[in-house]
């Protein structure tokens, strides 16, 4: 399976509702997760709690979609362009747009970088 194949599998997991389920297929052990500008969260538990938190923050889930993905194959890198709507638990709605920038080792995301506004 190429990384493009990977990162295209990877993001219809999420976007089809199974997230942790994604994670835990596609993601490495020591992997390193950074949000643009904030500290990065380094290796598989303490990045399975963030999502887990995250999950925890959102009442409604409105839709998600890719509206890219690359992948330079020599390097293991994939990038993927996408977005998701949701409500908070505080009532609060938003469609978040990132892109996720990703560095594979093998069979999983080592790095991963998410530049959004």
């Known amino acids: 399976m190429t990384y493009l194949e990977k990162a295209t599998e990877l993001y219809r ?6 997230l942790m389920e994604a994670f ?15 500290e990065p969260r380094v290796g598989k538990d303490t990045n399975r709690q963030h999502e887990l938190n995250f ?4 009442k409604e889930f409105h839709g998600a ?5 690359t992948s330079n194959e020599a390097e ?3 990038m993927v362009e996408c ?9 609060n709605r ?3 747009e990132q892109i996720a920038s990703q560095t594979w080792n093998g069979e999983h995301i ?3 970088v998410f530049y959004h506004k």
């Open 24 to 38: 835990e297929k596609f993601y490495h052990t020591d992997v390193v997760m950074q949000e643009l500008g904030e």
């Open 55 to 58: 999950l925890g923050m959102v």
């Open 94 to 96: 938003v469609k978040i």
């Open 13 to 18: 997991m999420v976007n089809g509702g199974q």
């Open 76 to 78: 293991q890198k994939t």
């Open 65 to 69: 979609g890719v509206i890219g993905i």
């Open 110 to 112: 080592i790095k991963e």
């Open 83 to 91: 977005w998701m709507e949701l409500t908070f638990q505080d009532g």
